[in-house]
């Protein structure tokens, strides 16, 4: 009889602690990319932004536009940024691709090409009173390469039907130092008026000028405080030279 108390006894204290357990809830699997959708945005300037965004299984969605690889099936058409900006080249139908945790999205667009202008007026830096006629304008680098015009009687120019992108441009004339201006972006049309700097002379002893002169002489001092003394002051110094720092001349 003893004995069979004793087990009767550690029977019950297994089940009492079996019973002030607490059960655990499993927990929910982490919620996993299901797809990806594409949404083209208003057009800016030479293109348009593309946005992905991918649904999960959790029912919500998240922006994944920079973090997707981008792609055009067509990029003699348009090109797309690895941050999904589109630069439309010229006029016709593609589809974009963005990939995202191996899932894929894509959207169709139909592009069309804008064309844009650049003109304005060439003139000669003060104090040069001369119309820039004749001048060459002309795009070095971009879509638009080898495109040129020359300035009219007044020093006027346009340059028109230039497609949309990133361009150099250069004025050229003899007389004078080119004028250049780099990464101009075209997304609207635009004014430029480029100012030119004659050539700076040589003396007859060999010494280049270091400035010109508000009466249109030339100096050859190396003493921003004497140069052009009796010439109404410096206009403005070559640069690089001694009265180019100085003066902050335009360059």
């Given at each position: 009889?003893?004995?069979?108390?004793?087990?009767?006894?550690?029977?019950?204290?297994t089940m009492a602690c079996g019973?002030?357990?607490?059960?655990?809830?499993?927990?929910?699997?982490?919620?996993?990319?299901?797809?990806?959708?594409?949404?083209?945005?208003?057009?800016?300037?030479?293109?348009?932004?593309?946005?992905?965004?991918?649904?999960?299984?959790?029912?919500?969605?998240?922006?994944?536009?920079?973090?997707?690889?981008?792609?055009?099936?067509?990029?003699?058409?348009?090109?797309?940024?690895?941050?999904?900006?589109?630069?439309?080249?010229?006029?016709?139908?593609?589809?974009?691709?963005?990939?995202?945790?191996?899932?894929?999205?894509?959207?169709?667009?139909?592009?069309?090409?804008?064309?844009?202008?650049?003109?304005?007026?060439?003139?000669?830096?003060?104090?040069?009173?001369?119309?820039?006629?004749?001048?060459?304008?002309q795009v070095v680098s971009g879509?638009?390469?080898?495109?040129?015009?020359?300035?009219?009687?007044?020093?006027?120019?346009?340059?028109?039907?230039?497609?949309?992108?990133?361009?150099?441009?250069?004025?050229?004339?003899?007389?004078?130092?080119?004028?250049?201006?780099?990464?101009?972006?075209?997304?609207?049309?635009?004014?430029?008026?480029?100012?030119?700097?004659?050539?700076?002379?040589?003396?007859?002893?060999?010494?280049?000028?270091t400035g010109q002169c508000n009466?249109?002489?030339?100096?050859?001092?190396?003493?921003?405080?004497?140069?052009?003394?009796?010439?109404?002051?410096?206009?403005?110094?070559?640069?690089?030279?001694?009265?180019?720092?100085?003066?902050?001349?335009?360059?």
């Amino acid at each position: 009889m003893v004995k069979t108390s004793l087990v009767l006894s550690a029977l019950l204290v297994t089940m009492a602690c079996g019973s002030a357990s607490s059960p655990t809830s499993p927990t929910p699997p982490a919620a996993t990319i299901s797809s990806v959708s594409l949404t083209i945005g208003a057009p800016s300037g030479a293109g348009f932004q593309i946005t992905a965004r991918a649904a999960k299984s959790d029912a919500t969605t998240i922006d994944v536009t920079t973090a997707a690889v981008w792609e055009s099936l067509r990029p003699a058409i348009a090109t797309i940024s690895a941050s999904g900006f589109v630069t439309v080249i010229t006029a016709g139908e593609l589809d974009f691709r963005a990939t995202y945790q191996g899932f894929e999205g894509r959207v169709h667009a139909a592009v069309q090409q804008s064309r844009y202008t650049i003109s304005g007026r060439v003139s000669p830096v003060y104090p040069n009173r001369t119309l820039m006629s004749g001048v060459t304008v002309q795009v070095v680098s971009g879509p638009n390469a080898g495109m040129f015009v020359m300035t009219d009687s007044t020093g006027g120019f346009l340059l028109g039907g230039l497609a949309p992108g990133f361009v150099d441009l250069k004025a050229t004339v003899d007389g004078f130092s080119a004028w250049s201006l780099s990464r101009l972006q075209l997304a609207t049309n635009t004014r430029i008026d480029p100012v030119m700097f004659p050539t700076p002379p040589t003396n007859e002893v060999g010494l280049k000028a270091t400035g010109q002169c508000n009466d249109i002489s030339w100096t050859y001092s190396n003493d921003p405080s004497r140069a052009c003394n009796t010439h109404q002051g410096v206009a403005w110094g070559v640069c690089p030279g001694p009265l180019c720092e100085p003066l902050g001349a335009i360059r």
